[in-house]
């Protein structure tokens, strides 16, 4: 009866909030799902933003039945089941998304042992045990992110920078809600909780519009050095054409001289002909007149 007094009463105030992260999670979603689809170029992080974002707006869309108190016990159990599968996959993705597009090496042997324990805690929350393993794991995994962002520091560089930021608002703010907690308060502000729901989504989406402006980019450099290396070649082409119209040039006078180096060698050949014909004919005749005389 308790619960069903604060669900009675919490509810009206968090229908707002739990409407706005689905509506923004699910539209993510959506837009993930349709750049995966149109860019084959990015098609690894985008799937994998793809499947993020749908964890992150199944597990909102189990919100509204977790409030309703006229849902059934077995309806209850269920949602409450897929919310904390979500909770645990949105944890491994966020996991799996960080490494992949901060460029962090994962061994072969250590991708072998996430997948061991991804089906490990899916089995554990189904178990019934899932607070407390995601908890852990949530723990576990924000020192690990921390460990990634201070190796990759020094090499982080454009877009990635988005996703850099999203996860450091999301630690702040998870630090901001933890506070009271520890202090033994029991007030959870819904504001500081959508901004640590968002804080990462929304990097996402900065990170996919600066990497679509380094591809846009990229393409541009690319086009502008083919122009440039067709411009090298017209220019080659240019210079080839005058030399050979230059040779073109100096063959042709060549060959109009010719024939009259032929003419003239022609006739000194016909010239050496007569002359050596009229040698042989006036010794011939001197001779004949030479015989008689003598």
């Known amino acids: 009866p308790q619960y069903d007094f604060d669900m009675l009463r919490n509810s009206p105030k968090t229908l707002f909030y739990r409407s706005v992260w689905l509506s923004v999670t699910l539209l993510l979603s959506l ?37 309703d108190t006229g849902i059934s016990f077995v ?14 996959l949105l944890i491994v993705s966020t996991f799996v998304l960080t490494t992949t597009i901060l460029n962090f090496k994962v061994s072969q042997n250590f ?22 393993f995601t908890a852990i794991n949530v723990i576990i995994e924000l020192f690990v992110i921390i460990f990634i962002l201070i190796s990759r520091w020094k090499k982080l560089k454009g877009a990635q920078w988005a996703i850099v930021w999203g996860l450091l608002l999301s630690i702040l703010f998870a630090t901001s809600m ?20 968002f ?13 679509f402006r380094e591809i846009i980019r990229e393409v541009q450099e ?8 067709i411009e090298e070649k017209k220019e080659q082409a240019v210079k080839q054409q005058k ?3 230059e040779e073109v040039v100096r063959q042709t006078s060549e060959l109009r001289t010719t024939p009259n180096n032929l003419k ?23 001779h004949e007149i030479q015989n008689p005389l003598n």
């Open 31 to 67: 837009l993930f799902w349709l750049l995966f689809l149109l860019n084959p170029g990015e098609r690894k992080t985008l799937l994998l933003i793809a499947i993020y974002s749908s964890f992150s707006a199944l597990s909102n869309l189990t919100r509204f039945f977790l409030t």
């Open 178 to 197: 933890m506070i009271p907690i520890l202090l033994h308060r029991d007030h959870r502000s819904f504001f500081l909780l959508t901004c640590f729901y």
């Open 243 to 245: 030399i050979l119209e």
């Open 111 to 132: 991708r072998r042992f996430l997948i061991v324990y991804i089906f490990f805690g899916a089995i554990t929350v189904l178990l019934g045990f899932g607070g407390l």
């Open 199 to 211: 804080s990462f989504p929304l990097s996402l989406v900065v990170y996919v519009s600066l990497r």
């Open 222 to 229: 690319n086009a502008r050095q083919v122009v440039q290396m």
């Open 264 to 286: 003239s060698t022609q006739s000194q050949l016909i010239q050496s002909e007569k002359m050596a014909s009229l040698g042989e004919l006036t010794a011939g005749i001197a």
């Open 75 to 88: 309806a209850w159990d269920v949602n409450s089941l897929l919310q904390a599968l979500c909770s645990w």
